[in-house]
């Protein structure tokens, strides 16, 4: 016996089974038998056996494995070559080897010659079947075997042989007609329904006339066939087809024959299975509808059971097959229905059409409109955001450009503020949190580039905002106006910074750098979507597409757009751009050529391409990015050159440029922008000489444009905008030029003190002195219009330019060598006398102080809110249209010329002291004492858009408190208003941003200390302070003032008035950390542009000083020796120079509170306190200092007052603080080491101890630290507070009143030792032991047991105190006033509660 191959075996194992298989020429057990090969062999009487066995050998094999999934074999047409000698049985067996090869031979009929008629097209779904009522009635009826319907059907077609043809002219005419009836007209080509019946589905006319005679002739040989054939071959046969086929087809071809349908049987087995289905689908149905709580009413209109009506096309009686229609297969055939509003609450899902539009639920939209899908619900119109983002991802191409296009129409449009009003949360927020940053930059990477267009559509939407941008340019010439913000988020510190030990810069960029690095995308993305597009190389892409690519002109201009706001978000921003290989390059060369072939698009028809064309815009993006430093402004002009482009562009006209109008005015504006910035760093001054004709020319035209309006609104636009950023370039140039004399002094000293130094720029005072005299005559031709609203309207900031530079002009010409005074002074007056003083007196300029409060962003805080959809990820200055008129940046915004004009009084009235009365004139307006009054009363929240603002409206108040403080000793109108100028002094100093630390400066060291400018403290302000004291205690009774203090507040306030100059010196030392940032402010402010690194102003962190500044050194001072006490140092005292600190910062507040209270109201007064707080924290004994502790005293009297102590919250968070709770912990740890029973200290700490405030303070108090009650010795009359606060209400805090008990049972708690909380406990207890209201039982045992205890107690004073106590009184020797004799209320509840145990005498006066 042959052995079986077994598992592990090989190849040459299973081929040598094989060969001894072969040897042993035993048969096989299972043989493969072509039934057509037998019959030929028996035939030729071959033997079965002779077929050759098939072998397997290794040669036979192919090298390579075959595919597991092998592809279908490809069609050759040689092969589907058919010739008429060829034998169709040989060409089959020998193609065909497999046991499912042909088992008869089937000769099929040769149809080569026979002629082709194409089916003719008609207006019904399927053809027309033939009917036997179609036949005429009068034909006569042949009775045989025939059916009725076989005699009809012979009748027709002996009908239609008489009309026919008899002759054809083979395939070529049938080909001729087919021709013409596809080319003929659609009513040509119907017939009638007889026609179109003649077939029948038979297919006998594809014979002709040859059909029937050849479908007998086959007929008769399947009979002869079948009569050759024996009997035993003919069951075998009929055995394999019965085998093969259907049993439920074989028994209805039997019924057939016998006249017998299906058996019942199986139609019973049927309809019970169908019935059975059905009735499981009802039950999981209603199920589903039971979970979800809806009514069977309420499906959905794609789950109902369609009917015939649902069906578009009635199915009629005579198509084939359709006599019972399959509804279920046919439901997506059927109409949508129309969706319905539904009256609900619940949030729905928005959807929108492609153009962005947001489609309200319930609206029938038609379908030609394509916003219907296949999706979750397919009657609503429209996509969600989520089927966007599928469709984004789609393989068509058509998809993916469509759903990125209408992604960037809806961003748009939520930017806009379409949505706010509509949607419940913000739309960009989801976009960015469901990644649409990395579905833009997946998109950005496609080759398509319709796909590339609609994605860098979508990026524009999300990252630009034209309005932003149009703002920034419209305040360029405004004061300081080129510098911004960077447009980065604010990022909060992760890790704490030692203040003493800092790292030096490059180490700390270094260290964030390698945490950037660290971070993932996403993670970087959601806090900063800029920087995460930074990080996913998006700048290679976009330089890719613009080099290689070469997109249409609106996608090259949206992808500079782009850059420009990638590069508005910070220098860092900035030097990827300059870094990222070939970027620049290609911009600089293919966007802004000096030569370019002039294109000639049609009318109406936008360039095709703007590669090789300059663009406006950039342009723009190397302004921008020249103003991230001037390192980067040297590589613009130098490395690639666009010192060459500013002189192509500025020196000829914008109307010879051949260029289109717009676009030409645009980069000719664009041009003189980016040499203003580069003239802020004392750059490209050498085109100032170079360019002189040029300049001189534009110079000269611009008092026509002033007196001579052109009709042409839009040009003369242009030319405005072009004189305005003109007359800027002058200024920074005129600032440049004023600092040659001292950057050539430097060098002299340098070369000989052997000391590196700083270049002077290539031109003097003497190439810009000319230019002041002709620019004064414009001043004084604009000022004439102002008497014409209409043209004024149009000049006023060019005027405001024009006021700008004679401000910069006499401010740098008094520090120049030739300067000479009197001749300086001559032209002052004579320039004030004739043309400026006779305008301040002018009605308009005091409509335009009135017009302050209307317009401004301190008075309007709505003005600044945000826009509508606001991410913190991506800043943006928010504006989602045009600006109100009534609006800082409106068109009527008096801001811009007024701020100028203060610039200008305010360098006059420098120069010439003389003046100074005349230039203060402008303070006795009635609308400018209206708006700041109105402008300290709050301040909108500090962000990116309110900040850019309120920067421009804190220079106009700045210069009005400069002018101010001179004319204060000069002019008596000015003094009377001094309080309102120092209180608006404060007030700005703690609103400053980052970049205004040189106002900051200022305001310190002259304005905010100035004994001028606190007209108190010489008026009787310290008396009065004394006398109203005295007043309020006779009219309210109010205990915080009943202790006496001595000395006096109102003598504390008259020499803490002294001590000014004092004050001001150790807060200008305090903050001397920050002179840096005070140079660097001040060289941007005072015009020293050859020390100005950065147009770009520092990150928005929000203002400057804390809102508690005034503390500021008591902080900073807890801080530093909290950090020594850490390291194990012990601080027993401090300096002494610390100790006048501590008493300076103490003055300042107790004047501000004092004199100046409105401006500590936004502070929280237990902020305050925890800010004084830190005094005691601060080293052992420093609260013991006499001047200290008397400054401490009296602003505790201050801030115990009633109607400042209503508003005290302790809950609250506070800024810079954990929680109130810890702070409190360590109050009462310092109480215990150093206090020394001081009474102060113990007023502090028994104010959080009332009785509204969180009763954890008390159980610190009372379970924690317990020794506290031994030395908190404050008497009841030192008390700052009424004492009914800390037993009204009633205690209800079960714990806290067993603690009460305990601690006055032990005697830890004691009258002697710490008489107010005695007060406090016994209170309590008493109020607790005879309550009599409805409690729980724990609550109520508790109560019972105490009294119990209470009256079982040894000590008979306690248990006095316990059980008579009537109510606080802080005259009385024990706190409290008692009873006598116990009320009759008392002694029954005692009589209840007690029993047996309370004496006879008190259980009869209870009866």
Same mark, same amino acid.
């Given at each position: 016996?042959?052995?079986?191959?077994?598992?592990?075996?090989?190849?040459?194992?299973?081929?040598?089974?094989?060969?001894?298989?072969?040897?042993?020429?035993?048969?096989?057990?299972?043989?493969?038998?072509?039934?057509?090969?037998?019959?030929?062999?028996?035939?030729?009487?071959?033997?079965?056996?002779?077929?050759?066995?098939?072998?397997?050998?290794?040669?036979?094999?192919?090298?390579?494995?075959?595919?597991?999934?092998?592809?279908?074999?490809?069609?050759?047409?040689?092969?589907?070559?058919?010739?008429?000698?060829?034998?169709?049985?040989?060409?089959?067996?020998?193609?065909?080897?497999?046991?499912?090869?042909?088992?008869?031979?089937?000769?099929?009929?040769?149809?080569?010659?026979?002629?082709?008629?194409?089916?003719?097209?008609?207006?019904?779904?399927?053809?027309?079947?033939?009917?036997?009522?179609?036949?005429?009635?009068?034909?006569?009826?042949?009775?045989?075997?025939?059916?009725?319907?076989?005699?009809?059907?012979?009748?027709?077609?002996?009908?239609?042989?008489?009309?026919?043809?008899?002759?054809?002219?083979?395939?070529?005419?049938?080909?001729?007609?087919?021709?013409?009836?596809?080319?003929?007209?659609?009513?040509?080509?119907?017939?009638?329904?007889?026609?179109?019946?003649?077939?029948?589905?038979?297919?006998?006319?594809?014979?002709?006339?040859?059909?029937?005679?050849?479908?007998?002739?086959?007929?008769?040989?399947?009979?002869?066939?079948?009569?050759?054939?024996?009997?035993?071959?003919?069951?075998?046969?009929?055995?394999?087809?019965?085998?093969?086929?259907?049993?439920?087809?074989?028994?209805?071809?039997?019924?057939?024959?016998?006249?017998?349908?299906?058996?019942?049987?199986?139609?019973?087995?049927?309809?019970?299975?169908?019935?059975?289905?059905?009735?499981?689908?009802?039950?999981?149905?209603?199920?589903?509808?039971?979970?979800?709580?809806?009514?069977?009413?309420?499906?959905?209109?794609?789950?109902?059971?369609?009917?015939?009506?649902?069906?578009?096309?009635?199915?009629?009686?005579?198509?084939?097959?359709?006599?019972?229609?399959?509804?279920?297969?046919?439901?997506?055939?059927?109409?949508?229905?129309?969706?319905?509003?539904?009256?609900?609450?619940?949030?729905?899902?928005?959807?929108?059409?492609?153009?962005?539009?947001?489609?309200?639920?319930?609206?029938?939209?038609?379908?030609?409109?394509?916003?219907?899908?296949?999706?979750?619900?397919?009657?609503?119109?429209?996509?969600?955001?989520?089927?966007?983002?599928?469709?984004?991802?789609?393989?068509?191409?058509?998809?993916?450009?469509?759903?990125?296009?209408?992604?960037?129409?809806?961003?748009?449009?939520?930017?806009?503020?379409?949505?706010?009003?509509?949607?419940?949360?913000?739309?960009?927020?989801?976009?960015?949190?469901?990644?649409?940053?990395?579905?833009?930059?997946?998109?950005?990477?496609?080759?398509?580039?319709?796909?590339?267009?609609?994605?860098?559509?979508?990026?524009?939407?999300?990252?630009?905002?034209?309005?932003?941008?149009?703002?920034?340019?419209?305040?360029?010439?405004?004061?300081?106006?080129?510098?911004?913000?960077?447009?980065?988020?604010?990022?909060?510190?992760?890790?704490?910074?030692?203040?003493?030990?800092?790292?030096?810069?490059?180490?700390?960029?270094?260290?964030?750098?390698?945490?950037?690095?660290?971070?993932?995308?996403?993670?970087?993305?959601?806090?900063?979507?800029?920087?995460?597009?930074?990080?996913?190389?998006?700048?290679?892409?976009?330089?890719?597409?613009?080099?290689?690519?070469?997109?249409?002109?609106?996608?090259?201009?949206?992808?500079?757009?782009?850059?420009?706001?990638?590069?508005?978000?910070?220098?860092?921003?900035?030097?990827?751009?300059?870094?990222?290989?070939?970027?620049?390059?290609?911009?600089?060369?293919?966007?802004?050529?000096?030569?370019?072939?002039?294109?000639?698009?049609?009318?109406?028809?936008?360039?095709?391409?703007?590669?090789?064309?300059?663009?406006?815009?950039?342009?723009?993006?190397?302004?921008?990015?020249?103003?991230?430093?001037?390192?980067?402004?040297?590589?613009?002009?130098?490395?690639?050159?666009?010192?060459?482009?500013?002189?192509?562009?500025?020196?000829?006209?914008?109307?010879?440029?051949?260029?289109?109008?717009?676009?030409?005015?645009?980069?000719?504006?664009?041009?003189?922008?980016?040499?203003?910035?580069?003239?802020?760093?004392?750059?490209?001054?050498?085109?100032?000489?170079?360019?002189?004709?040029?300049?001189?020319?534009?110079?000269?035209?611009?008092?026509?444009?002033?007196?001579?309006?052109?009709?042409?609104?839009?040009?003369?636009?242009?030319?405005?905008?072009?004189?305005?950023?003109?007359?800027?370039?002058?200024?920074?140039?005129?600032?440049?030029?004023?600092?040659?004399?001292?950057?050539?002094?430097?060098?002299?000293?340098?070369?000989?003190?052997?000391?590196?130094?700083?270049?002077?720029?290539?031109?003097?005072?003497?190439?810009?002195?000319?230019?002041?005299?002709?620019?004064?005559?414009?001043?004084?031709?604009?000022?004439?219009?102002?008497?014409?609203?209409?043209?004024?309207?149009?000049?006023?900031?060019?005027?405001?330019?024009?006021?700008?530079?004679?401000?910069?002009?006499?401010?740098?010409?008094?520090?120049?060598?030739?300067?000479?005074?009197?001749?300086?002074?001559?032209?002052?007056?004579?320039?004030?006398?004739?043309?400026?003083?006779?305008?301040?007196?002018?009605?308009?300029?005091?409509?335009?102080?009135?017009?302050?409060?209307?317009?401004?962003?301190?008075?309007?805080?709505?003005?600044?809110?945000?826009?509508?959809?606001?991410?913190?990820?991506?800043?943006?200055?928010?504006?989602?249209?045009?600006?109100?008129?009534?609006?800082?940046?409106?068109?009527?915004?008096?801001?811009?010329?007024?701020?100028?004009?203060?610039?200008?009084?305010?360098?006059?009235?420098?120069?010439?002291?003389?003046?100074?009365?005349?230039?203060?004139?402008?303070?006795?307006?009635?609308?400018?004492?209206?708006?700041?009054?109105?402008?300290?009363?709050?301040?909108?929240?500090?962000?990116?858009?309110?900040?850019?603002?309120?920067?421009?409206?804190?220079?106009?108040?700045?210069?009005?408190?400069?002018?101010?403080?001179?004319?204060?000793?000069?002019?008596?109108?000015?003094?009377?208003?001094?309080?309102?100028?120092?209180?608006?002094?404060?007030?700005?100093?703690?609103?400053?941003?980052?970049?205004?630390?040189?106002?900051?400066?200022?305001?310190?060291?002259?304005?905010?200390?100035?004994?001028?400018?606190?007209?108190?403290?010489?008026?009787?302000?310290?008396?009065?302070?004394?006398?109203?004291?005295?007043?309020?205690?006779?009219?309210?009774?109010?205990?915080?003032?009943?202790?006496?203090?001595?000395?006096?507040?109102?003598?504390?306030?008259?020499?803490?008035?002294?001590?000014?100059?004092?004050?001001?010196?150790?807060?200008?030392?305090?903050?001397?950390?920050?002179?840096?940032?005070?140079?660097?402010?001040?060289?941007?402010?005072?015009?020293?542009?050859?020390?100005?690194?950065?147009?770009?102003?520092?990150?928005?962190?929000?203002?400057?000083?804390?809102?508690?500044?005034?503390?500021?050194?008591?902080?900073?001072?807890?801080?530093?020796?909290?950090?020594?006490?850490?390291?194990?140092?012990?601080?027993?005292?401090?300096?002494?120079?610390?100790?006048?600190?501590?008493?300076?910062?103490?003055?300042? #507040? /107790? +004047? $501000?509170?004092?004199?100046?209270?409105?401006?500590?109201?936004? =502070?929280? !007064?237990? %902020?305050? &306190?925890?800010? @004084?707080?830190?005094?005691?924290?601060?080293?052992?004994?420093?609260?013991?200092?006499?001047?200290?502790?008397?400054?401490?005293? #009296? /602003? +505790? $009297?201050?801030?115990?007052?009633?109607?400042?102590?209503?508003? =005290?919250? !302790?809950? %609250?968070? &506070?800024?810079? @603080?954990?929680?109130?709770?810890?702070?409190?912990?360590?109050?009462?740890?310092?109480?215990?080491?150093?206090?020394?029973?001081?009474? /102060?200290?113990?007023?502090?700490?028994?104010?959080?101890?009332?009785?509204?405030?969180?009763?954890?303070?008390?159980?610190?108090?009372?379970?924690?630290?317990?020794?506290?009650?031994?030395?908190?010795?404050?008497?009841?009359?030192?008390?700052?507070?009424?004492?009914?606060?800390?037993?009204?209400?009633?205690?209800?805090?079960?714990?806290?009143?067993?603690?009460?008990?305990?601690?006055?049972?032990?005697?830890?708690?004691?009258?002697?030792?710490?008489?107010?909380?005695?007060?406090?406990?016994?209170?309590?207890?008493?109020?607790?032991?005879?309550?009599?209201?409805?409690?729980?039982?724990?609550?109520?045992?508790?109560?019972?047991?105490?009294?119990?205890?209470?009256?079982?107690?040894?000590?008979?004073?306690?248990?006095?105190?316990?059980?008579?106590?009537?109510?606080?009184?802080?005259?009385?020797?024990?706190?409290?006033?008692?009873?006598?004799?116990?009320?009759?209320?008392?002694?029954?509840?005692?009589?209840?509660?007690?029993?047996?145990?309370?004496?006879?005498?008190?259980?009869?006066?209870?009866?």
């Amino acid at each position: 016996m042959l052995g079986r191959p077994k598992p592990g075996e090989s190849e040459d194992d299973l081929l040598l089974f094989q060969q001894q298989f072969l040897t042993a020429g035993t048969s096989p057990a299972a043989k493969v038998v072509n039934k057509r090969k037998v019959q030929s062999q028996n035939a030729d009487r071959i033997p079965v056996n002779a077929v050759p066995r098939d072998t397997v050998t290794l040669e036979g094999l192919p090298d390579l494995p075959p595919s597991l999934m092998p592809a279908p074999p490809k069609k050759s047409k040689a092969g589907a070559v058919k010739f008429q000698g060829d034998d169709s049985e040989e060409q089959m067996d020998l193609q065909d080897q497999h046991i499912t090869a042909v088992l008869s031979k089937i000769i099929e009929r040769d149809t080569r010659a026979s002629p082709i008629s194409l089916p003719v097209s008609t207006g019904l779904p399927f053809p027309k079947v033939f009917h036997r009522s179609e036949v005429q009635s009068e034909v006569k009826l042949v009775s045989g075997k025939k059916s009725i319907f076989a005699q009809k059907l012979a009748a027709k077609k002996a009908a239609e042989a008489t009309r026919s043809v008899p002759s054809f002219r083979g395939f070529s005419a049938w080909t001729e007609v087919s021709q013409e009836q596809r080319s003929a007209p659609p009513q040509v080509t119907e017939v009638s329904e007889k026609e179109q019946s003649t077939d029948g589905g038979s297919g006998e006319r594809l014979g002709g006339e040859l059909s029937p005679q050849e479908s007998q002739k086959i007929h008769e040989e399947n009979v002869a066939r079948l009569q050759a054939m024996p009997k035993e071959e003919i069951v075998e046969e009929r055995n394999n087809l019965l085998a093969w086929l259907d049993p439920s087809l074989v028994a209805f071809l039997k019924s057939r024959k016998s006249g017998v349908s299906c058996s019942e049987g199986a139609k019973d087995k049927m309809e019970s299975c169908k019935t059975e289905k059905t009735h499981e689908e009802d039950q999981i149905h209603s199920h589903l509808m039971r979970q979800s709580g809806a009514s069977p009413t309420e499906e959905e209109p794609m789950d109902q059971k369609p009917t015939e009506d649902d069906i578009p096309l009635k199915p009629e009686k005579g198509w084939v097959h359709m006599d019972v229609p399959e509804y279920e297969k046919l439901k997506w055939m059927k109409d949508l229905p129309k969706p319905r509003r539904r009256k609900t609450n619940e949030e729905m899902q928005a959807r929108f059409s492609f153009h962005g539009d947001l489609i309200p639920p319930g609206v029938d939209l038609p379908l030609h409109l394509g916003l219907h899908h296949h999706g979750e619900q397919p009657e609503q119109a429209g996509y969600s955001l989520q089927e966007l983002f599928h469709l984004a991802r789609s393989q068509v191409i058509q998809q993916r450009t469509l759903a990125l296009q209408t992604l960037a129409r809806i961003i748009q449009k939520a930017k806009a503020g379409d949505f706010s009003s509509l949607l419940k949360y913000s739309i960009l927020r989801m976009l960015l949190d469901a990644g649409l940053l990395f579905l833009l930059r997946f998109s950005l990477d496609d080759s398509v580039e319709n796909v590339i267009a609609a994605c860098v559509q979508a990026l524009k939407a999300l990252l630009v905002s034209p309005f932003d941008e149009e703002y920034l340019d419209r305040t360029f010439c405004w004061y300081l106006g080129a510098s911004v913000f960077p447009l980065r988020p604010n990022e909060a510190e992760e890790d704490d910074e030692d203040e003493e030990e800092e790292e030096p810069k490059s180490k700390e960029n270094e260290n964030s750098k390698s945490k950037e690095d660290k971070k993932a995308d996403p993670d970087v993305a959601r806090a900063d979507a800029v920087k995460g597009l930074l990080k996913m190389k998006v700048l290679h892409r976009l330089r890719y597409i613009l080099e290689v690519v070469r997109p249409i002109s609106s996608v090259t201009l949206d992808i500079l757009e782009i850059l420009t706001r990638i590069a508005r978000h910070s220098s860092e921003a900035c030097n990827e751009i300059l870094r990222c290989p070939r970027l620049l390059d290609t911009i600089v060369s293919e966007f802004l050529p000096s030569t370019w072939k002039i294109q000639t698009p049609r009318t109406g028809e936008p360039m095709t391409s703007t590669h090789g064309v300059p663009i406006a815009a950039a342009m723009k993006l190397t302004r921008v990015l020249a103003c991230a430093g001037r390192n980067m402004s040297a590589v613009l002009l130098n490395k690639h050159n666009m010192k060459e482009r500013i002189g192509r562009f500025v020196a000829e006209d914008p109307c010879d440029l051949p260029l289109e109008r717009k676009g030409a005015f645009a980069l000719s504006i664009e041009a003189l922008r980016l040499w203003a910035v580069a003239a802020n760093y004392g750059q490209a001054c050498d085109l100032y000489k170079d360019l002189y004709p040029a300049l001189m020319k534009m110079l000269q035209t611009q008092p026509k444009l002033t007196s001579q309006p052109m009709e042409d609104s839009l040009l003369y636009g242009f030319y405005m905008q072009r004189a305005e950023v003109l007359i800027c370039l002058l200024i920074n140039i005129t600032n440049s030029a004023g600092c040659t004399a001292e950057l050539q002094a430097q060098v002299i000293s340098s070369s000989r003190d052997q000391v590196g130094h700083i270049p002077p720029p290539p031109l003097d005072w003497s190439h810009v002195a000319g230019i002041k005299p002709f620019l004064e005559a414009c001043v004084k031709g604009c000022l004439k219009e102002v008497n014409c609203p209409a043209t004024w309207s149009k000049v006023r900031q060019l005027t405001a330019t024009y006021i700008i530079y004679l401000g910069t002009y006499y401010s740098k010409l008094i520090q120049q060598p030739s300067y000479r005074p009197v001749d300086c002074l001559e032209e002052l007056e004579q320039f004030c006398s004739a043309t400026l003083f006779p305008f301040l007196s002018l009605p308009v300029l005091e409509s335009m102080f009135e017009d302050l409060r209307s317009h401004s962003a301190l008075c309007n805080p709505r003005s600044c809110h945000p826009g509508p959809e606001t991410v913190h990820s991506l800043v943006s200055l928010g504006f989602a249209g045009r600006e109100s008129p009534l609006s800082l940046l409106g068109s009527t915004s008096p801001f811009a010329f007024l701020t100028a004009m203060l610039y200008l009084l305010n360098t006059i009235s420098s120069v010439h002291k003389g003046l100074t009365e005349k230039c203060s004139s402008v303070l006795h307006s009635k609308g400018l004492r209206d708006y700041l009054v109105h402008s300290c009363r709050g301040s909108p929240p500090i962000h990116h858009r309110s900040a850019w603002l309120l920067r421009h409206e804190f220079h106009f108040q700045y210069f009005v408190l400069q002018l101010a403080s001179k004319a204060i000793t000069i002019s008596p109108q000015v003094t009377r208003q001094t309080p309102l100028y120092h209180y608006v002094a404060v007030a700005l100093l703690s609103q400053l941003l980052p970049g205004s630390e040189h106002l900051a400066h200022e305001l310190l060291s002259k304005l905010t200390f100035n004994q001028d400018m606190i007209p108190e403290g010489k008026s009787g302000g310290p008396e009065a302070e004394d006398l109203s004291c005295i007043l309020q205690l006779r009219a309210d009774g109010d205990a915080a003032e009943q202790v006496h203090c001595n000395p006096t507040r109102g003598t504390l306030l008259g020499a803490a008035f002294k001590q000014l100059p004092t004050i001001r010196a150790h807060y200008l030392d305090h903050f001397t950390h920050v002179q840096p940032a005070v140079s660097r402010s001040k060289t941007f402010y005072t015009g020293q542009n050859h020390l100005v690194q950065s147009v770009l102003l520092p990150d928005m962190t929000g203002t400057l000083l804390p809102a508690d500044w005034a503390f500021l050194p008591l902080i900073n001072l807890y801080d530093q020796v909290n950090r020594e006490e850490m390291k194990g140092k012990t601080v027993e005292s401090l300096a002494a120079n610390l100790v006048d600190m501590v008493t300076s910062c103490l003055q300042w #507040a /107790l +004047l $501000l509170e004092a004199w100046r209270g409105e401006l500590l109201q936004g =502070l929280p !007064l237990a %902020a305050k &306190l925890a800010r @004084l707080v830190c005094v005691f924290l601060t080293g052992s004994n420093l609260f013991l200092e006499p001047g200290i502790h008397d400054y401490m005293t #009296a /602003l +505790l $009297l201050i801030y115990c007052q009633c109607k400042k102590m209503d508003f =005290l919250d !302790l809950s %609250a968070p &506070l800024p810079g @603080l954990t929680s109130f709770q810890d702070l409190y912990v360590r109050l009462l740890e310092q109480f215990e080491s150093v206090s020394f029973g001081d009474q /102060l200290f113990g007023c502090f700490l028994l104010l959080p101890l009332q009785r509204r405030f969180s009763t954890q303070l008390r159980q610190a108090v009372f379970v924690e630290h317990v020794s506290v009650l031994r030395t908190l010795g404050v008497q009841l009359k030192q008390l700052p507070i009424p004492l009914e606060n800390y037993t009204h209400p009633a205690e209800t805090c079960l714990d806290l009143l067993r603690q009460y008990f305990k601690t006055l049972v032990t005697g830890t708690l004691r009258l002697s030792w710490c008489p107010v909380l005695y007060v406090v406990a016994v209170a309590h207890v008493n109020n607790f032991i005879f309550s009599q209201e409805a409690v729980d039982e724990v609550f109520d045992a508790a109560r019972k047991s105490m009294l119990r205890k209470s009256y079982l107690l040894t000590d008979e004073a306690l248990r006095r105190h316990l059980l008579h106590f009537k109510l606080p009184n802080v005259e009385s020797p024990c706190g409290f006033d008692m009873y006598e004799q116990l009320p009759l209320m008392r002694r029954r509840w005692m009589q209840k509660v007690l029993g047996d145990l309370i004496a006879p005498e008190v259980r009869l006066e209870a009866q």
